[in-house]
């Protein structure tokens, strides 16, 4: 009986390190998290239907790049995986389709989320991310490496 307690203990205090790993050292916010979009160009009140920052190019497309890489992690790693490479739990966003198709398939999802049975998969950030970091965000994903 005694060895059963021992174990019994021994089990319950592996169970909460386990949790505390889980817990405290987990990728990703709970909560969505502000993104500073500071330098880049402001876009129009209408969303764009292509990236506009892939489209210009330059200084602003790397800028989008580091601001997106930035709130990518903040608010999208824990489920979409580190540096973008999912780990089977939502769509690897590397994969998407390039050019137009694959930037409105990506705000559609961003912005209204994704629900199944009255349960979101994924919450809507159009009310919590400006456009400007949103696209920022796709301008990340858009050029990490896709597996082979």
Not at 39 to 67: C, S
Not at 116 to 135: R, V
Request: negative net charge.
């Amino acid at each position: 009986m005694k060895n059963r307690v021992i174990a019994a203990a021994a089990l319950s205090f592996v169970a909460i390190q386990f949790a505390w790993v889980e817990v405290g050292l987990t990728h990703g916010d709970v909560q969505p998290q502000a993104v500073d979009t500071e330098g880049l160009e402001a876009l129009p009140e209408d969303f764009a239907l292509e990236n506009p920052y892939r489209l210009k190019g330059g200084e602003q497309y790397e800028l989008a790049r580091e601001i997106g890489a930035s709130a990518y992690n903040s608010n999208c790693a824990r489920c979409h995986g580190l540096e973008a490479i999912s780990g089977g739990i939502a769509p690897d966003l590397r994969m998407l389709e390039d050019g137009e198709f694959g930037d409105e398939w990506f705000m559609e999802r961003v912005r209204k989320g994704y629900s199944q049975n009255g349960a979101y998969k994924m919450p809507p950030f159009d009310a919590i991310l400006s456009q400007e970091a949103m696209w920022a965000i796709r301008s990340y994903t858009e050029t990490q490496p896709r597996p082979e």
